[in-house]
């Protein structure tokens, strides 16, 4: 927990009310500006399931569609990560992916590919490893996470381990611009 | 030279052929049940052999008989960089490309030409190499044909392992065995390339029979094939020629290696040093890096435990007992030792196999022949029969089953890799008719041109 410094109300009086709110702001935790979980996906989703929800799931209340999503168990523990990149790739033959073999690819090889690929489990194709931040994590921590791993959404925890909510690059960024600008409108504001 | 010495040092000599024999039997077990990475096991076997004793260090670092066959080890390390920096310029898929539109588009047809490409890449680079290059691109022709891919991996695998039987650098069973019996790359030329062809040519009657009937493809999907440019896939025509160059010398280094008394490695390394520097590569890190040192490391591994147990005799005592059972017959023991490496080979790595056999076949010949030494030993008119057996019967025994030879290892998992599984039955389905059909041949071969003909 972070230290807050209790200033005697007669100083405080002497704090422009901007700068006071703009304090409180800034100490954020990961539960503050995450998405409240709303969709995800089980192991046992098919690829043509998966590919439905991520264009039709929500993401706060204003978007629809999301390029990632979370893969929970039965117990709501995430298992997994699914992204549009897991999809791409699950699409490249993996012959591809050994050899350099692009100029030979054909017209309609995707479209054939997208469709063997349908059936296929998401257990076979996620990220099997992933990275969660819990609730009350502070945003540096999210940001290290998300630097150090190369991602663009975490899956926030409680103390259980359920998964509650997403939290997305995005966000973050207008949480750092809010930071450097205080008077401009951010999503969270 | 008596191989069989006196183990003098070490805590424990006087136990020393139990413990030597204890470290061999249990590192060969470990191997075999793959509960631990055979480089780990055979690492940890050669320490011991060092720890208790039954070699010295400089035994095994410095001595041909009880120690590393640096000769083997560079050969293989010079072959890899050589691989590795011709890799990237696309030549690997210019060749397949090229041949997929040899074939016309026709899926037997085309896979008569890449089994043939196969072999003969096989007989110059190692298998392993040939097959991880070649075997993406069957996958892409038969998808773009719509057929099967499995027979297609499957018989890549199969024609590699025969391919790979024919030269001293095809296989690295030939690499040691040249080694040990100070063969060249001609003599096997001479002795085994002849019969593999003829293999090869029973081989394609065999999968026009298994296969021939059953790949059907349309002709709108040969257009994907014809379609294809094949020069689309050189990526580096300067670097390209560098290596073609580079590879003419070091084939011819070979032929001639005998000839100038230079040993394989000497060529080898030659042409790898002479590619680093034509390459330019200002840092040939990324070039060493993807050498595969887990496999350069089992070879010394091997070589160590190996020597020991020629050392404290165990070799020695089994020789003893062969020539007792085949009662000095050299033509029996040249047939069983064919068919015997062969099964062998299905079931185990041949690289540990052959590490073994080579130190007891010169044993056999030290026990027939005391008072010959050096190259009159070595190369004794009746004892080369035994080395082509033992050469013909480890090189087309992987193809007994799935794990036979590191080849079928891999395209083992990539059809995995593919969603369609070959299981374990499936592939001896096909690899082992195949390999009996091969080692009868061999077997034939044998007994008419060293034993009839003479």
């Known amino acids: 927990m972070r230290k807050r410094t209790v200033l005697p109300a007669f100083l405080l009086q002497c704090i422009p009310k901007s700068v006071r709110v703009r304090r409180d702001e800034l100490i954020m935790k990961a539960k503050d500006l995450m998405v409240p979980l709303s969709d995800y996906l089980s192991p046992d989703n098919t690829l043509e399931e998966a590919v439905r929800l991520l264009i039709s799931a929500k993401r706060g209340e204003s978007r629809v569609g999301v390029k990632g999503l979370p893969v929970l168990n039965d117990s709501g523990k995430a298992v997994g990560m699914l992204t549009m990149r897991d999809i791409l790739k699950a699409v490249l033959p993996s012959y591809m992916s050994l050899m350099n073999l692009g100029e030979f690819a054909w017209d309609g090889m995707l479209e054939e590919m997208a469709r063997k690929v349908a059936d296929r489990k998401i257990s076979e194709i996620m990220s099997p490893e992933v990275t969660t931040v819990g609730e009350n994590a502070p945003l540096m921590e999210c940001v290290d996470r998300m630097v150090k791993g190369n991602f663009k959404r975490l899956p926030v925890v409680d103390a259980g381990g359920k998964v509650v909510g997403m939290l997305y690059e995005r966000d973050i960024f207008l949480a750092i611009t809010k930071a450097m600008h205080p008077g401009r409108k951010g999503r969270h504001e | ?454």
């Open chain 2, 1 to 454: 030279m008596n191989p069989v010495a006196e183990v003098t040092a070490g805590p424990l000599s006087g136990n020393s052929f139990w413990i030597a024999t204890a470290v061999f039997v249990v590192s060969y077990a470990v191997i075999v049940s793959e509960r631990v990475h055979k480089t780990i096991v055979a690492l940890v076997g050669a320490s011991l052999m060092l720890v208790f004793g039954i070699l010295q260090q400089h035994e095994a670092f410095r001595l041909e008989e009880f120690g590393v066959d640096w000769n083997v080890i560079f050969l293989l390390i010079a072959m890899m960089v050589i691989i590795n920096i011709m890799r990237p310029t696309g030549i690997f898929e210019y060749i397949a490309i090229k041949s997929a539109k040899w074939g016309r588009g026709k899926p037997f047809r085309i896979m008569v030409i890449f089994s043939i490409v196969t072999a003969v890449l096989s007989a110059l680079l190692d298998n392993v190499t040939t097959v991880l290059l070649i075997s993406p691109v069957t996958l892409l022709i038969a998808d773009a044909l719509e057929v099967d891919p499995i027979p297609y991996l499957i018989s890549c695998a199969l024609a590699s392992n025969i391919g790979g039987t024919a030269t001293l650098i095809g296989d690295p069973p030939n690499i040691m065995i040249a080694s040990r019996a100070h063969l060249t790359f001609m003599d096997f030329v001479y002795h085994l390339a002849p019969i593999v062809v003829v293999i090869m040519v029973f081989y394609i009657l065999a999968i026009r029979l298994i296969w021939g009937k059953r790949l059907r493809s349309r002709d709108e999907l040969r257009e994907r094939i014809m379609g294809m440019d094949e020069n689309e896939a050189i990526r580096d025509p300067v670097m390209l020629w560098k290596s073609l160059f580079v590879l003419a010398v070091v084939l011819a280094g070979f032929v001639l290696h005998g000839a100038l008394h230079f040993q394989p490695a000497t060529v080898a390394l030659f042409g790898a040093s002479l590619l680093l520097l034509l390459s330019g590569n200002k840092e040939p890190h990324h070039v060493f890096a993807e050498v595969e040192w887990p496999t350069i490391f089992f070879f010394i591994g091997l070589f160590v435990i190996v020597g020991g147990v020629v050392k404290v005799g165990l070799i020695k005592w089994m020789s003893v007992r062969v020539i007792e059972a085949t009662q000095g017959n050299l033509f029996a023991t040249s047939m069983v030792i064919m068919w015997f490496s062969a099964f062998a080979s299905a079931i185990v790595d041949n690289i540990p196999y052959v590490a073994t056999m080579n130190p007891l076949i010169i044993d056999m010949a030290h026990q027939l022949w005391p008072h010959e030494t050096g190259l009159n030993l070595l190369q004794h008119s009746d004892l080369m029969p035994l080395w082509w057996s033992l050469a013909l019967g480890a090189c087309l025994g992987g193809n007994g089953s799935a794990i036979g030879a590191s080849a079928n290892v891999i395209v083992v998992g990539m059809s995995e890799k593919t969603g369609r599984r070959v299981s374990f039955m499936k592939f001896a389905m096909y690899g082992l008719p195949i390999m009996v059909m091969t080692v009868a041949i061999a077997t034939a071969y044998v007994w008419i041109r060293y034993y009839i003909v003479g």
